[in-house]
């Protein structure tokens, strides 16, 4: 009777019937003990599927429950168990053919008969997808069985692999990037990569973008982002706010007059916004502002008035000249306006065989990941609004705990809105969402919440499971209660981009092709020396971190550069003056006894500021 239902796909052993049903549950009696069963697959334990055979449909659905029940009789015979079963899809067959189809429209009568899945059942449920399937693992119960998941259905919602440190949440990663990148030849991929692991794992695939070569001009930062970076994410002073807010716009319209003016020795056009405001992604020249807010400074009487002009400016100074924002400031207008290049490159449309690009966010210092992840996500959105969601793109959150963080005091408040704000319209424009962590619970709620398929590994905390609990279906939830014990690369997976909920054991990823730290391979590469020379390497990369060019310059030469890092120097005496006032401590952001204008504040070049 099986195969006829199935059009040819083979049921697995017979096991019982159908003793009860209540909404999408159905109680099955077993009066056979299945404890015998040679093969594991056949045992009807909690998680396996079974299949309840109807007329020309069968039902399929996942044990949930098993009890003993010695009063339960059918026919005389006694029942030796009962299963509980949550009814998750069915298998219809027509002309000869069968095909899986999730949810129940046809209920199970009483009495049906109950088998377990056969394997051609489970392959014709996870084998065979779309055309945009791609495999990533096999089922755990029936090893022979690969696990597909739905590449479009699982971009589509955002997707999130969580699990414990080192239970294979990266390699899971680098596995379905690769597949689907593979199968999605249109797809670009964004990696927020935050140990820097991924730039081997990808090959040739990928492009890096590191400390080296990240080039995010400060005048792509729109109005939050930079006051954000200005104050290094602690509460701006709402007078100086007040300030940029009309100076940058008067900044951008003078650049715009200057590039469309016909030669360098016509005279400046007198300030004017030209309608640009502080958000507009337009270019402008950090030491125009200053000058700007200079010169406002100079036609003032009121003291406290000329003192905020005074600070803004310094602040604004210090800023641009803290090497650890040189990734901002640096050539940021030397090319005129680079928009384009910029979005090419970090959205990896300037070659089509390297669609991924890694973000290597650990050989950035702390302060900025925060201005660099916001800019990013930001741009990641705006792009795909603007384009129409013409290039499709996928943006991955590793350690999404971080930068979307739950707690709203741990700062990252920019980054975390333009992630949230790409998971709950991003799907409308393309731009896709992939979390990866080991504290979801930690993750902004409404961002899991927006998460259409989970991949979870083995996790011991209560609060990361109850959260997860809360964001699947009641099913999908039951199969949760095996995630504490989950094996090594073993995968609760639900949702929409996969059939039904699983458990599968990701593909194993060949040793090249694993992620690995670049901060490991260092270590490797210094294991001949000493530890005294280890130490010595390790505290001069420490420093040039935070220290400028001119700083290092002089380090290798053994004496002073020629000439000063810095070649803008708008007002010397405004802000010598203002610098002195400062140090007496009327500074608020900045530290004393530092001068930008030494050429190299402090000694160094770098301005450490108050966070
Ligand atoms: N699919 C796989 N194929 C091959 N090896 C794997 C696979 N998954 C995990 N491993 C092994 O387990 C190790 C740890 O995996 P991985 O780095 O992916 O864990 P993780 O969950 O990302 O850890 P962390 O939370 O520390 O980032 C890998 O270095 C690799 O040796
Ligand atoms: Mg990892």
Known sequence: MSDQALGGAQGGRHVGWVFSVHGSRARVALPEPTVGAEDQSQ??????????????????????????????????????????????????????ASRFRRGV????????????????????????????????????????????????????????????????????TTKILNEMTESRKDLRV??????????????????????????????????????????????AAPEE?????????????????????????????????????????????????IQLIDERMGKLENRSSRMNHNRLMMRVDAIRNDPRHQFMFKNAIAGG????????????????????????????????????????????????????????????????????SSDHHSGFAPARRA??????????????????????AEIDPTIVSQCGTFFVMRMTNDNDQALLRSAVSEAAANLLSFVPSLGEREVVAMGEGLPLPTRFIVDTVPQEGLPCSDMGSRGEKQAPGSYQEIVQTAIQRWRNATTSDVRR???????????RRRVEAPQQNTLAMGLRSLSDGGAAGVSSGTSPLEGGTGGNGYVPLRR
Request: hydrophobic share 40%; charged share 20%; with cysteine.
């Open 43 to 96: 045992r009807a334990t909690v998680g396996k599927l079974l299949a309840i055979r109807g007329r020309g449909v069968t039902l399929i659905g996942m044990i949930t429950e098993v009890s003993v029940d010695p009063e339960t009789e059918r026919g005389g015979a006694k029942a030796h168990a009962l299963a509980q079963l949550d009814l998750m899809g069915e298998i219809l067959t027509s002309e000869g």
């Open 105 to 172: 429209r046809d209920y199970p009568a009483i009495g049906d008969p109950v088998e377990m899945i056969g394997h051609e059942e489970l392959n014709l449920i996870f084998a065979t997808g779309g055309q945009r399937s791609i495999r990533i693992g096999q089922i755990t119960e029936a090893e022979s069985t690969p696990a597909y998941v739905d590449v479009d259905q699982m971009l589509s919602k955002h997707f999130a692999i969580v699990g414990s440190t080192g239970v294979g949440k990266s390699s899971a």
């Open 190 to 235: 964004l990696m927020l990569d935050v140990h820097n692991e991924y730039t081997q794992a990808f090959g040739a695939r990928a492009t890096a973008i590191g400390a080296q070569n990240l080039h995010l001009p400060y005048w792509l930062f729109n109005f939050e982002e930079i006051t954000d970076v200005i104050y290094g994410g602690k509460p």
């Open 241 to 289: 706010v007040e300030i940029l807010q009309e100076l940058i716009p008067v900044a951008k319209g003078l650049y715009a007059s200057q590039s469309s003016a016909e030669g360098p020795t016509i005279e400046k056009r007198r300030p004017r916004h030209n309608g640009f405001t502080a958000d507009t992604p337009s270019p402008y020249q950090i030491g125009d502002l």
């Open 337 to 404: 306006d680079t928009m384009a290049q910029v979005i090419g490159q970090l959205f990896g449309l300037e070659t089509a065989e390297r669609q991924i690009t890694v973000l290597q966010l650990a050989s950035l210092p702390d302060e900025v990941v925060d201005a660099v992840v916001c800019v990013v996500s930001r741009l990641a959105f705006d792009f795909a609004l603007w384009s129409d969601g013409a290039l499709p793109l996928l943006l991955i959150c590793e350690e999404a705990h971080r930068y979307a």
């Open 419 to 440: 992630l949230k704000r790409i998971a709950r319209e991003g799907r409308k424009y393309g731009v896709h969402l992939g979390l990866v962590s080991q504290r979801p």
């Open 553 to 563: 310059d002089r380090d290798l030469a053994g004496r002073p550069p020629v000439a």
